[in-house]
Nanobody, 123 residues
Framework: QLRLVESGGGSVQAGGSLRLSCAVS????????MSWFRQAPGKEREGVAN???????TYADSVKGRFAISQDNAEHTLYLQMNNLQPEDTAMYYCAADCTGGTWSDVFDYNFWGQGTQVTVSS
């Protein structure tokens, strides 16, 4: 089993920054494919960013140039640096691990999820 615990969420004004963390414990061989997702009230969960075992990253168009995903394998932690935050970035943010090899942004492609951390951006 894999356990994912997110932290770092909070409330900021537009233009501000936050850094999310996802602490990973358990069967680490399952962490070769990890992503951040977000879900706003009344909307479907959507993929934000993905990083693979070779540190190759992929981003949703809506966050390109503003967000950066990274991982520290020694600390077993996934990060999401979020800059120039906008009100439309307001959502619950989740980390996900152990994708099955399909589309990185497909929520059904992951076996493990964290509980989420709330990000609220005011204008």
């Amino acid at each position: 089993q894999l356990r994912l615990v997110e932290s770092g969420g909070g409330s900021v004004q537009a233009g501000g920054s936050l850094r999310l963390s996802c602490a990973v414990s358990g069967y680490f061989a399952s962490t070769w494919c990890m992503s951040w997702f977000r879900q706003a009230p009344g909307k479907e969960r959507e993929g934000v960013a993905n990083i693979d075992q070779d540190d190759i990253t992929t981003y949703a168009d809506s966050v390109k140039g503003r967000f950066a995903i990274s991982q520290d394998n020694a600390e077993h932690t996934l990060y999401l640096q979020m800059n120039n935050l906008q009100p439309e970035d307001t959502a619950m943010y989740y980390c996900a691990a152990d994708c099955t090899g399909g589309t990185w942004s497909d929520v059904f492609d992951y076996n493990f999820w964290g509980q989420g951390t709330q990000v609220t951006v005011s204008s």
